[in-house]
């Protein structure tokens, strides 16, 4: 069912009517000279717009989407959407709950919510339907506590975050991806009162990568966001590539699309004109397309040290800890799950031995550190490939997922003006697949945004619900459970439900109590969180 919308800057706005709210797709928040391009701000649009369907996603694989239901271990049904593109994808989509008498209310001032999906920098958009917003939003008009989802598109893999010295002396900025997350954010706060939003109660909200993007959003001067929430990733997950690194990846694929011998003018204009097609399949695989430090959007490198402490640090300053009123930060118990498919699989036979071997060169210093982790993890050569393989991914989960989450914990200010949340989410992938059971990376927000409840169970159900029902009261400025205080690292705690649990509250934080284990919180005391995640970021890079 279509509805027209009058908006007072951007004139008539035909959308659709989806479950009980009114959605307006494909809006277009900046605009690109060429692919690489700094976005613009779009402040200029025709008297009428056509917002029925989902804009052209960012050049990216095609079918990845299927990739990511494989994760989930459930797919939805796909909506139509057009071909990527490399200069018309910088779009948005909103859902806006409908009043009483099926209209948008452009006077209510709600609190918005800006969703950023993850995959890798690589791949993803916001088209996918597990990301639409209408179930999570009518289940906040339900509660009383209204909300408007956007979920947005930025750039991806070369177009994103490819970058290089030539790249910017011509002007073309790295980290194009985040530089659009941004435009998006200026956007919505431009536009969104017309909508019936509030601009100054907005909360961004991302994923595995996403996640990692709206911690970055907290390195900015300027404050972007009321809030923020990060899942499943944040900026420890894995460094900013170093100049040196962002500079081999460009010289790979300019060689790979036989581009090496030519004057560098000559270079950038081929690369401006390529096929778009040609961005994602002749780029060799595994080359480093990542955030990059570049003393904009990424100005130095965290680390566990400067996340962890209250006191400012210039090596990694977070300004957001001061300006950003409250974040809330998660994961799951096998988020690291992710990593078989992206690349620890291709380890084995023999997958024991290589990390053991691997533990031992990057603890050399430390041999007593590299013993004690092998044995907490049970990790022996003669370990079989499959059980070697999980026990890396839970030791993965806790350095890369569990431990940053409590840094970021025991680093907020943790006042009135700058609380933050913490919680853990436990329950398992309820469908057949290779990780059924299993607190697997991407669940939570497959449960969050209530689109596969129709199949659930009503316990899964419930898990789901009070997620999102968190979710609503924290958007909407409230706390949903009590804020982090002092040295006791309280949290909520999501599922398991196969254990008859739905969600609970554990005040001190205890690994066991939050279903965690301390095995890596030890290790980490003895020889330092950032040895310790230099462990795992050194054998999943092969070194």
Known sequence: MATVFRHTELGE???????????FLGLQYASLENRFAPPQLKTQYESSLDATKYGPPPVSPIGAVNREFGFIQHSLPLPEVPGHSDTACLSLNLTLPLGKDGAVQTYTKLPVYVF???????VGSSWYPHYDASSLVKLSVEKGKPIIGVTINYRLGVTGFMTSAELRKAGYKANNGFHDQRTALQWIKKYIGGFGGDAEEITTVGESAGGLSVTMLLLSKQPLMKRCLSTGGAVLLFKPIPEVVAEAAYQKIVEAFGLADKLPEDRIKALLTLPVDDLWQKVPLGTPLLPSMDGETVPGEPSFLTVASQEDDPRFLIPGRKWCSALMIGESKLDANIL?????????????????????????????????LLSSYGITPSTGDDEALLKILQFAT???FYAPARAFAKGWPQTKENKIYLYHFNEGIPWEGRFK?????????????????????????????AYAE????????????????????????????????????????????VGRDERVLKLGEQVGFDSVLEVFQNFFQGR
Do not use: C
């Not at 706005?13 to 959605?23: C, D, E, K, P, Y």
């Not at 084995?348 to 691997?358: D, L, Q, R």
């Not at 009590?482 to 705690?493: D, H, I």
């Open 340 to 372: 078989a498919y992206m690349g620890l699989d291709a380890r084995s036979p023999g997958i024991a031995t290589k990390f053991i071997e691997s533990t031992n060169k990057t603890l050399a210093a430390h041999p007593g550190a590299a013993s004690a």
């Open 116 to 122: 950023i999906h993850g995959g890798g920098f690589a």
């Open 437 to 465: 059971g299993q607190a697997g990376h991407i669940l939570d927000v497959a449960y969050l945004f209530q689109n596969f409840n129709e199949h659930l169970t009503d316990e899964q159900k419930a898990v789901a619900r």
């Open 13 to 23: 706005v035909r959308g659709n009517v989806v479950n009980g709210t009114a959605q």
């Open 398 to 400: 806790e350095i890369s």
């Open 470 to 513: 968190d979710f609503i009261e924290f958007v909407n400025g409230n706390d949903p459970w009590p804020p982090v205080e002092g040295g006791k690292l309280g949290a909520r705690v999501y599922g398991p439900s196969s254990e008859g649990f739905t969600a609970k509250y554990v005040a001190d934080g205890n690994p066991e109590e």
